[in-house]
């Protein structure tokens, strides 16, 4: 696959001859990040299904203010593409990135929306496994060790108490250690929406679980690449992880 060709009508099949690790978890336990990390150890590509549910919330809003539907959703979400880039893949809206917008405050707000809609669900599988298609992929989301990729050679149910899950957003989101009080409100939105997200945050039978509430991130990342190992015929990455 060339690193130049956009994902713009995503074949819905497995993909072939390539090793998929599949990283699940509730919201703000650190899917995307230490996918991420794992993605650049393993030296596989990167898939962020969230960035594609953020992306089809960001057009949606964009074309079509906060009062859209499913179907509104579906008309739009075929300006958008998945770019290669580097180790993982973009989202892009008519050829530019949506990086920033699609971190927006807004689009988080409405993300957890839409992506209970389920013809986004199925736009949103399909390219995920489009980009896997013929590439060692490590992917994150939700529903990918059970519905996505359920031959997956890993799967990876990743949990943190809700506490932590939210103070560790509020840090990266604000570059500081928040209060208590800041804390106790995040976690209560974070539990609302794990009750939201329910039937998308199921642990496949045959996932491994790991908690992380007492682990840094660099240790999460090692078990997973450890893990991995196994799958590859050998022993871990030999490549160091970044430094924190």
Known sequence: MSDETPLSSPRVRAPRGSLVVAIDGPAASGKSS???WVAQRLGFRHVDSGALYRAAT?????RAGEHFDEDAVLRFVGEISLRPVQNSFAPTWKGEEMEELIRAPEVTR???RVAQMRGVREWVDAHVREAADGCDV???GRDIGTVVFPD???KVFL?????????RRLTQRHGRAPT????ADETERLVQRDAKDATQTVQAKDAILIDTTYLTQAEQVERIVSLAGIF??????????PET
């Open 34 to 36: 230490t996918a991420q």
């Open 138 to 140: 490590v992917v994150d």
């Open 152 to 154: 997956a050679d890993l």
């Open 159 to 167: 949990i943190a108490d809700p506490w932590e899950r939210a103070r």
């Open 110 to 112: 409405l993300v957890s």
């Open 232 to 241: 590859r015929g050998g022993g871990p990455a030999d490549a160091q992880a």
């Open 180 to 183: 208590d009080a800041e804390i």
């Open 58 to 62: 960001a057009v949606a809003l964009a």
